[in-house]
């Protein structure tokens, strides 16, 4: 990471300034990250460190007030290859190792330390919780936060038992000594539409960075997060107080219902609820919201509102100095 770290005005979120994180480079060329939190001549002591999922980058403004607001500085972390961090030498979320996200999260961690932050919650939505869950368990010397909340973990492909079984361990085997082969992957074609104000939801952030549909993936992307999900089901421990949500129910279908709205339409969440047993934590509180969407913080308006508070009330008491 480079030495020198300049925040200038954000270019997604009016209000917001943002330092982009030179992080050497790897098999595509230069790579970078970048962080982005709110404007301000007086941060909070505290800080919650926002890591996205795939197809993904952080543009939650309103959560970012909320916690800003009420005593807790946010940062949002785009991790190398999505969002701000993209470049057009580089394939949209590439990724052969998670090493190369703990790199960026490490980085993170140790500027806003830097910057003053006394303590920080690690928060990590869908696989970015299940790339922090792994962080936070690996025995590298990595700088750990001084908690972490998991927002619908990515612990399992929402696929079939068979492409889970058996599919997905032969494209991971394929991914170590090809890992450019492309692959078809994605979500519900719902749910994009169902959050962005272009179509039935409510934000507005940038399709480029957060497409409703995702181009294919490759093996080595598949192999990365086939191998972090079998850490998983080994069982990890984290020395850390761990705060676990996800949504009540999953939603699926053909066609467009409101349903969307009120569900999980990216994983399945009995996958999340068998394997978040593997998670140990010094300290570990389990929700699971009734009428969310799969990244808690883009839920309905009322439901949203009722995340922040648990999450605010969670860390006020775990983040005692």
């Known amino acids: 990471m480079s030495s020198s770290v300049i925040f200038t005005p954000d270019s997604e979120l009016s209000g917001f300034e943002s330092a982009t994180l030179a992080m050497g480079t790897d098999y595509e060329g230069e790579v970078f990250c970048t962080l982005t939190r709110k404007i301000s001549q007086n941060r909070p002591p505290n800080t919650l460190l926002h890591v996205h999922g795939f197809n993904d980058y952080f543009f939650h403004a309103e959560a970012a007030s909320f916690f800003f607001d009420n005593g807790l500085d946010y940062y949002g972390l785009d991790l190398r290859k999505s969002g701000r961090s993209w470049r057009k030498h580089q394939k949209y979320n590439n990724l052969r190792d998670i090493n190369e996200y703990f790199e960026d999260i490490a980085s993170a961690i140790e500027l806003i330390r830097r910057l003053g932050a006394e303590k920080i919650l690690l928060m990590g939505h869908s696989m970015g919780g299940l790339v922090t869950a792994c962080y936070c368990a690996s025995p590298s010397e990595n700088p750990l936060p001084d908690a972490l909340f998991l927002n619908s973990p990515f612990l399992e492909q929402n696929k079939d038992i068979v492409t889970r079984r058996i599919l997905i361990p032969i494209v991971s085997k394929i991914g170590k000594t090809n890992p450019d082969l492309p692959v078809p992957g994605g ?5 994009g539409p169902s ?26 992307w598949v192999r990365t997060i086939h191998q972090a999900q079998s850490i998983i089901k080994k069982g990890i421990r984290v020395e850390l107080p761990l705060l676990l949500m996800y949504p009540q129910k999953s939603v699926a279908g053909l066609w467009w219902t409101e349903a969307f709205h009120y569900g999980d339409a990216v994983v399945n969440v009995k996958h999340i609820r068998a394997l978040q047993r593997f998670i140990h934590a010094s300290d570990k509180t389990v929700h699971e919201i009734k009428h969310a969407r799969h990244d808690l913080f883009l839920s309905v308006r009322d439901v949203r509102q009722s995340v922040y508070n648990l999450v605010l009330e969670w860390s006020q008491k775990h983040l005692k100095h």
């Not at 979500?187 to 749910?191: E, L, Q």
């Not at 940038?206 to 497409?211: A, D, R, S």
């Open 187 to 191: 979500f519900s074609k719902f749910y």
């Open 195 to 220: 959050l962005h104000a272009s179509e039935k939801g409510e934000w507005s952030y940038n399709l480029l960075y957060k497409p409703h549909r995702s181009d294919m993936v490759n093996a080595g």
